[in-house]
């Protein structure tokens, strides 16, 4: 891969980013990242660092995510900033909500898709990305109201053409799944769970599939339909195969919970699966973050057991 140009590094990585395995688009972002800044293309640079950072959100690595992705917000946020600055800090606020939803940290997560809203002029994918953040921000504090009222500001941007945005289109269905569940509505939390399989299938994303069966199964379980286990683990295994590990651990601790009275060999290894992903994004994060998402009751409740 090092002698590839910049173009196809970035277009081997983009792909990974979005349809094959995180740490492949890492690999190949990275050599994006430094041929661009040689060769003194910052807007490239700039590109590429976002998707970096996206990529190493994918796989698990937070801290690294956030030492990539901060400075592209902060850059973003300097007085007239170029164009390009805005977009990718405003895309970067909204990656770095999702890093900090992802260690329950909801409130921090709202002032980054916050900052990275206040970067759009309101209209596109950056502002989707903000308003779709901040409805899962909502979520995660039990704000319903909230929620909808983002969720809604966010639908208003999809494209009228169904075929356009299908990475926009199936976290609208992952968000309308959690405001579904919050509203105890689960049977719209089950439609728009299969909606997402269904868009993400189509769009050959496996890494989108796999979250959209985590949500499916969570959804089916809700309704006590007997195919929520195996929608678990077909999300696992997909997550398993890309080393997508913030998938790994809630799909096989919620696996292997369920399992673990009928199948006592199949329920510990699924817990076991979680407890290795859980302790290896833990050893990516800074140590104030790393203490702060292991003292989650969940997260301690499954180390402990």
Not at 55 to 67: D, F, K, Q, T, V
Not at 158 to 163: A, I, S
């Amino acid at each position: 891969m090092a002698e590839l140009d910049l173009g196809q590094l970035l277009a081997i990585g983009e792909r990974a980013a979005f349809h094959g395995p995180p740490a492949q688009a890492v690999q190949a972002l990275e050599q994006a990242v430094g041929v661009a800044r040689d060769s003194g293309r910052t807007a490239e640079a700039t590109a590429a660092s976002w998707l970096l950072g996206l990529s190493l959100n994918a796989a698990g690595r937070y801290g690294h995510a956030i030492e990539v992705l901060r400075p592209l917000l902060e850059t973003g946020e300097q007085p007239a900033p170029p164009p390009e600055n805005r977009l990718f800090g405003a895309l970067a606020g909204a990656t770095l909500g999702s890093v900090y939803r992802q260690l329950g940290m909801h409130t921090v997560a709202r002032t980054m898709d916050e900052r990275g809203l206040a970067l759009t002029d309101g209209t596109g994918e950056p502002a989707f990305a903000c308003r779709i953040g901040l409805a899962a921000d909502a979520v995660g504090l039990g704000e319903s109201a909230t929620a909808h009222e983002h969720s809604d500001a966010a639908a208003l941007l999809l494209p009228e053409r169904p075929t356009e945005w299908w990475r926009q289109r199936v976290r609208y269905d992952w968000v309308r799944t959690e405001i579904a569940l919050l509203d105890e509505d689960t049977d719209g939390a089950l439609d728009a769970a299969d909606s997402a399989v269904e868009r993400a299938e189509r769009a050959r994303a496996p890494r989108h599939v796999a979250k959209s069966l985590l949500f499916l199964g969570v959804a089916q379980l809700q309704l006590g339909m007997e195919a929520g286990p195996q929608s678990l683990r077909r999300a696992a295994t997909l997550a398993e195969g890309l080393g997508a590990l913030p998938l790994v651990w809630p799909s096989r601790a919620l696996l292997g919970a369920l399992v673990m009275d009928e199948d006592e060999v199949e329920g510990a290894a699924s817990l076991g699966a979680a407890r290795s992903a859980v302790l290896t994004i833990a050893g990516n994060l800074p140590a104030d973050l790393r203490d702060t998402w292991l003292a989650r009751p969940d997260l301690a409740a499954l180390l402990e057991g």
